[in-house]
């Protein structure tokens, strides 16, 4: 789709603006779809597949980034740090698009061919990754290679070929759910309703909480360079002039982090999962450059000397680590 129709999408969703009556009806046989396709998964038209072990899906039910790999990658240690055996599946957004069936991710894979967010989650989770379109025999793929006890999906919350024990849904704070409405008219993938049919609500930097919802902050502290891993604070960067790249879901929520931190930032978005290459990263003022952790694993073989990335950690109260314990115990023994 032309990258300005979908930039005035995007601005109609999360603004006042309005939006022709003409894509209403459009909304409305989407969501029909939808209900029909969950309800054709509930009563058995479609089948759904049963793993042998604990499933817990990490998704949201709008339309681009909301915060989903940060918490996978803390789910993955926290569980680790509690005696399980995480695996984490993914789709493989942006990867070859011959890609035959599911296969394993490591640190050291082709972002080309597996898809940036999978080599990053291969990175920082500790865990084994797979990745595949088809869910639950990406997960099969998993458990036949790697001795897991738990799998950890992240995003899939509409793909409900593969049944799941704990469905955890993320929401980004400062946008929330737009205009309210499904696609096309808004950014729902689902109807708001969905909401009430999880287990766990994280909300992304919340600019308030309704009941039952948990808060989590992303935060990125040091500054770390492409070329020679050297780590700097994030405040060394205060007054200065970068250019900040992020092929991400929501730019701006970077770009934002960037700014309060006191960068000077002259802001270049691209499309999510944009295939990043040298000339993309040419700009006439010769300044550092700062990208997100999930683009850097794109651009370390032409990064220059001035090319600085931003891990993100994600910080969850006490309260949502009990209750995930909580569920996987009981979920999962009845």
């Known amino acids: 789709m032309n990258k300005k129709l979908i930039k005035w999408f995007e601005d109609a969703w999360y603004s006042e603006m309005y939006i022709s009556a003409w894509f209403m009806p459009l909304s409305m046989l989407y969501v029909d779809a939808v209900r029909l396709r969950r309800f054709a998964y509930r009563v058995g038209i479609k089948k759904k597949t049963k793993l042998p072990v604990p499933v817990i899906i990490v998704g949201n ?42 296969q394993l991710v490591t640190a050291e894979s082709d972002p080309a061919v597996v898809g940036d967010e999978p080599v990053l989650l291969a990175r920082r989770c500790g865990c084994p990754v797979a990745i595949g379109r088809d869910r639950p025999a990406a997960a099969k793929h998993l458990l036949a290679n790697h001795h897991c006890d738990v799998i950890i999906s992240d995003d899939g919350l509409q793909h409900y070929a593969l049944e799941r ?3 955890i849904v993320v929401i980004d704070g400062q946008r929330r759910f737009g205009n309210g409405y499904c696609l096309p008219v808004g950014p729902l993938r689902e109807p708001p309703e969905r909401i009430k049919q999880v287990d766990l609500v994280v909300v992304n930097s919340p600019l308030e909480l309704l009941e039952g919802e ?3 902050q992303c935060v990125g502290q040091q500054l770390v360079n492409l070329k ?11 007054g200065v002039a970068v250019h900040a790249v992020a092929a991400i879901g929501n730019p701006k929520r970077f770009f934002n982090q960037l700014a309060g931190a006191g960068l000077v930032c002259e802001t270049h978005a691209f499309p999510d999962h944009h295939p990043l290459s040298a000339a993309d990263l040419q700009f006439k003022e010769q300044r550092p450059l700062v990208m997100t952790e999930k683009d850097a694993v794109k651009c370390a073989a032409f990064a220059a000397d001035d090319f600085w990335y931003l891990p993100i950690d994600a910080e969850l109260p006490e309260a949502f680590s009990q209750q995930l314990l909580k569920l996987l115990k009981t979920k999962t023994h009845g």
């Open 61 to 102: 039910i709008t339309v681009g980034g909301t915060g989903k790999t940060p918490l996978v990658v803390w789910m993955a240690e926290f569980l680790r740090q509690q005696g399980y055996k995480p695996g984490v599946i993914s789709r493989g957004y942006a990867g070859a698009k011959d890609r035959s069936g599911p």
């Open 165 to 167: 024990d704990i469905e």
């Open 228 to 238: 020679t891993g050297e780590s700097r604070p994030l405040t060394e960067f205060k």
């Open 214 to 216: 948990v808060p989590m």
